[in-house]
């Protein structure tokens, strides 16, 4: 300790009392801190060459204001910090990087030089060391303060307490503390420029107690966001496993979101209500099992059928009674009564606009037309034309569809077709419906 202390009287010592002067931007300087420094402009590069040419001490003070390009002497502060420069490393840029420690404070009496670089004279201000119980009280009062501030502020490393536990000089700790803090250039200015370590000290509690208090309710703050967000991260952790779990059970694509665009296509589907209800209590089913279950293939194909059915599309009837019966006659010769009949009936259809469809049954032997007719109804109509052939069709589950819980079900003739017709008013037509075979379990 007296070792130090000797070393740092013979250094003090050497200092002189003209010293080129480097104004700082939004920077203070206090004694014991070691900081390196870019220097860019002009005539702060000169007062660094002339600190180089002699002893390498420098008066480094603070601006005040930092967007001052060119200041002059009344844009400075008149306390500044001496300080040694240590290391000097030009750049390619042209700038200058310095590492400096500060010795002690000084204050500026006069501008010796002003043009080419500042230079200064300056007095050093002596500090008592005063050791007294209440001088001891504050100065543990200010470090458990700052150890509470270590504690609460992220951005300050626990080591920086290794660097105030130990310093016994009330002024030192008060500077090594203040070098520490996020503080404004005007109040660290503030505290560089109070001389009496006694009230240094009683500044840095002040200082240290608002923001220990602002730094708690910052914590307390980003805790009820945490418990306020508790759930929502929960179910994204939860739902991040699942993929997981499904990618290792044999999932190749994202599960998640496979699920999440059936949903919306059932969305878009435009279903009845208690289609779409059923569909989508039928995903998530689905989303609750492995990927690799028979049940799961089940459930995905007769989703899919679902959504790819027309239940929203539907053709505009084009009721002009000349045009069908030229298209009539261009498909088909004679044939009087059955024309005569399907003309009616649209005529009728064009009286009435909400009738139901009639079922028109044609009977005749093969080759006389029924077939034919049946497109052209659908081409004078404009709608879309599907035909279903029940001959020899024994087993009725060929026509309503089989039951899911088969391996390989599908949906049966008539779904299938209306999933052809791309349209949910199709002229539909039962092909053969007289050749339904018969045997003792009755007719299909």
């Not at 052939?389 to 009725?396: A, F, M, Q, T």
């Not at 539909?428 to 045997?439: A, P, S, T, W």
């Amino acid at each position: 300790m007296a070792e130090r202390f000797e070393r740092k009287k013979k250094r003090e010592m050497k200092i002189p009392f003209t010293l080129p002067l480097l104004p700082l931007r939004e920077m203070v300087v206090f004694p014991h801190m070691i900081i390196p420094l870019f220097v860019g402009r002009e005539k702060s590069l000169k007062s660094l060459d002339e600190a180089m040419l002699h002893e390498r001490f420098i008066l480094l003070v603070a601006q005040k204001a930092g967007n001052i390009e060119r200041p002059t002497p009344n844009d400075i502060f008149d306390i500044g910090t001496v300080a040694e420069v240590l290391q000097l490393l030009k750049l390619p840029d042209g700038t200058t990087k310095i590492l400096v420690e500060g010795i002690s404070r000084a204050k500026v009496i006069k501008y010796l030089l002003q043009e080419k670089f500042f230079q200064v004279r300056i007095e050093r201000p002596e500090e008592a060391i005063l050791k007294t119980v209440e001088m001891e009280g504050l100065m543990r009062s200010v470090t458990s303060q700052f150890e509470d501030y270590v504690r609460l502020n992220r951005k300050v490393p626990p080591e920086t307490l290794m660097s105030v536990i130990n310093v016994e000089e009330p002024g030192r700790l008060a500077d090594i503390i203040a070098a520490h803090l996020a503080l404004k250039t005007k109040d660290k200015q503030a505290i560089l420029e109070a001389l009496d370590p006694t009230e240094r000290l009683e500044r840095l509690a002040q200082i240290l107690n608002r923001e220990n208090e602002i730094l708690g309710i910052e914590k307390r703050i980003r805790e009820r966001v945490k418990k306020q967000m508790t759930t929502t991260q929960k179910e994204y952790y939860l739902s991040e496993q699942l993929k997981a779990i499904q990618k290792e059970m044999g999932r190749k694509g994202e599960v998640i979101d496979e699920l999440a665009e059936l949903k919306n296509k059932i969305k878009k589907a435009k279903m009845t209500k208690e289609a779409q209800e059923k569909a989508l209590k039928e995903v998530d089913r689905l989303s609750q099992m492995p990927s690799m279950s028979a049940e799961a293939a089940v459930i995905r194909n007769y989703v899919d059928w679902l959504v790819s059915l027309p239940w929203a599309i539907e053709t505009k009837d084009k009721l002009d009674i000349k045009k069908a019966e030229k298209i009539l006659e261009e498909d088909h010769y004679n044939l009087k009564k059955p024309k005569e009949r399907i003309l009616e009936y649209l005529a009728v259809r064009k009286l009435v606009d909400k009738m139901k469809g009639p079922i028109l049954c044609f009977v005749g032997p093969p080759g006389c037309g029924k077939t034919s007719l049946s497109r052209s109804i659908a081409r004078a109509l404009g709608r879309n034309f599907v035909r279903i052939s029940l001959g020899g069709v024994r087993d009725e589950a060929e026509i309503r569809g089989h039951r899911r819980t088969y391996i390989g079900a599908l949906p049966g003739r008539i779904i299938q077709a209306m999933k052809k017709a791309k349209s949910k008013n199709p002229v539909f037509l039962l092909d053969e419906i007289d050749k339904i075979g018969k045997d003792f379990r009755g007719d299909p």
